[in-house]
């Protein structure tokens, strides 16, 4: 479902991506971990075309964004990814001025040029799927973040995208918020959406995924499952990480 090869991205001088090689087959769900700066934000930055590329390719449902393409037709490509993909933010980038319905409706009547009633029909249906079935009149400022955060997946879920993407989605949130976003994302897993996750909650990837991928100074480390990631790490980069976080 996504293949990346020789991805390379450099801002200026500064190169955050080095030849990065990775593959996540259908239904796969895959936690990207490693330290602040390791480059797993500016990973799903590419795929999803927010960046682009200074070397390699990436490859999204058959889709495939060479670096050295000509640029027209490397954002021509993008645009067909980002229709295949959602993405879900550490921020959650409503629309304050529209209703929790009115944001879940909006890509399916502006992008997909569905009727308003049938785009309000599914955004109840995705609402429900969220628990927030009782929040569609609602508007963003009055919801906690955690339930502003599962509108944000809702949105994303209106497109029927073949993957999602989640860029450390919990990380803005109180501690006690965080469980009701992460039960949406297992809901998700075991529907067997192919996920590729960002994220800081070590319970989620042990008990979610069936893949870590340890990233450091803009490198894959470590690929392992989630028993022999925790358990038996090969790297001592990778065996720093754990003692370090794991320390308090």
Same mark, same amino acid.
């Given at each position: 479902?996504?293949?990346?090869?020789?991805?390379?991205?450099?801002?200026?001088?500064?190169?955050?991506?080095?030849?990065?090689?990775?593959?996540?087959?259908?239904?796969?769900?895959?936690?990207?971990?490693?330290?602040?700066?390791?480059?797993?934000?500016?990973?799903?930055?590419?795929?999803?075309?927010?960046?682009?590329?200074?070397?390699?390719?990436?490859?999204?449902?058959?889709?495939?964004?060479?670096?050295?393409?000509?640029?027209?037709?490397?954002?021509?490509?993008?645009?067909?990814?980002?229709?295949?993909?959602?993405?879900?933010?550490?921020?959650?980038?409503?629309?304050?001025?529209?209703?929790?319905?009115?944001?879940?409706?909006?890509? @399916? =009547?502006?992008?997909?040029?569905?009727?308003?009633? $049938?785009? *309000? !029909?599914? +955004?109840?249906?995705? /609402?429900?799927?969220?628990?927030?079935?009782?929040?569609?009149?609602?508007?963003?400022?009055?919801?906690?973040?955690?339930?502003?955060?599962?509108?944000?997946?809702?949105?994303?879920?209106?497109?029927?995208?073949?993957?999602?993407?989640?860029?450390?989605?919990?990380?803005?949130?109180?501690?006690? @918020? =965080?469980?009701?976003?992460?039960?949406?994302?297992? $809901?998700? *897993? !075991?529907? +067997?959406?192919?996920? /590729?996750?960002?994220?800081?909650?070590?319970?989620?990837?042990?008990?979610?995924?069936?893949?870590?991928?340890?990233?450091?100074?803009?490198?894959?480390?470590?690929?392992?499952?989630?028993?022999?990631?925790?358990?038996?790490?090969?790297?001592?980069?990778?065996?720093?990480?754990?003692?370090?976080?794991?320390?308090?």
């Amino acid at each position: 479902m996504i293949t990346t090869t020789g991805l390379t991205k450099r801002f200026q001088q500064n190169e955050v991506l080095t030849n990065i090689d990775l593959h996540v087959d259908a239904k796969d769900i895959v936690v990207l971990l490693g330290p602040s700066g390791s480059g797993k934000s500016t990973l799903l930055r590419c795929l999803n075309g927010l960046e682009e590329l200074t070397g390699g390719q990436i490859e999204v449902n058959g889709i495939v964004v060479n670096s050295a393409d000509p640029l027209r037709v490397q954002r021509a490509r993008v645009l067909e990814i980002r229709r295949q993909t959602g993405m879900v933010f550490q921020q959650f980038n409503l629309y304050p001025h529209k209703t929790v319905l009115g944001n879940v409706m909006e890509g @399916l =009547v502006t992008v997909k040029k569905i009727k308003r009633d $049938e785009a *309000a !029909e599914r +955004g109840r249906i995705l /609402l429900d799927r969220v628990g927030l079935s009782d929040k569609q009149d609602a508007y963003p400022s009055r919801l906690s973040g955690g339930q502003q955060q599962r509108v944000a997946i809702a949105r994303a879920l209106a497109m029927e995208p073949e993957v999602m993407l989640f860029d450390e989605p919990t990380s803005a949130l109180d501690p006690e @918020l =965080v469980g009701e976003v992460l039960s949406v994302m297992k $809901e998700l *897993a !075991e529907e +067997g959406m192919t996920m /590729l996750v960002v994220t800081h909650e070590l319970k989620f990837a042990r008990n979610v995924a069936n893949k870590i991928v340890f990233m450091a100074d803009g490198s894959i480390v470590e690929e392992a499952s989630p028993q022999a990631f925790f358990e038996q790490p090969k790297q001592e980069r990778t065996r720093r990480f754990l003692q370090q976080i794991t320390e308090f």
